[in-house]
């Protein structure tokens, strides 16, 4: 299944994946993710579906970048490739969501993979959100949070 898979490589053609039911996700893939569920980190507890950031633009975002969109939707978990171990990659999906986890994600059941996402995406997401100059701004890791 995962050995077709397209990929993605650029964020030009990600930001064509845009839509209400599309995620991305960090994971071994989809045939990893098909037999199994998200596990919240701190409590062991088995979740209803896998966590996943949607790639869909809220309304609230008006004619702003829809690539810096997407760029935030890669950059907020990219640490999770260093976290989780080899293997571990981007990867966009069709999904139906069926909750939400304990840090207010959308948990979805996989519908379709549509494709991974190559590092030179990753590098243009990087590079377009370091461009914002944001001091008060990064990646969703808490792996250094002050234990």
Do not use: K
Not at 51 to 60: C, D, G, K, M
Not at 63 to 73: K, N, Q, Y
Request: glycine share 8%; aromatic share 8%; proline share 7%.
């Amino acid at each position: 299944m995962t050995a077709r898979l397209p990929t993605i490589t650029s964020l030009a053609e990600l930001t064509g994946f845009i839509g209400e039911d599309v995620y991305v996700r960090w994971s071994r893939g989809p045939e990893a993710d098909a037999a199994s569920t998200s596990r919240d980190s701190l409590t062991g507890v088995e979740l209803p579906g896998l966590s996943a950031s949607p790639l869909r633009v809220e309304p609230w975002w008006d004619d702003r970048s829809r690539e810096l969109w997407v760029a935030r939707r890669l950059f907020d978990y990219r640490h999770l490739r260093d976290l989780r171990g080899p293997g571990v990659r981007a990867w966009v999906l069709r999904g139906t969501e069926v909750g939400r986890g304990p840090d207010n994600e959308p948990l979805v059941h996989c519908l379709e993979p549509l494709a991974w996402v190559a590092d030179s995406a990753l590098r243009e997401c990087s590079s377009l959100v370091g461009a914002q100059h944001s001091e008060e701004w990064g990646p969703l890791d808490r792996s250094n949070s002050g234990r």
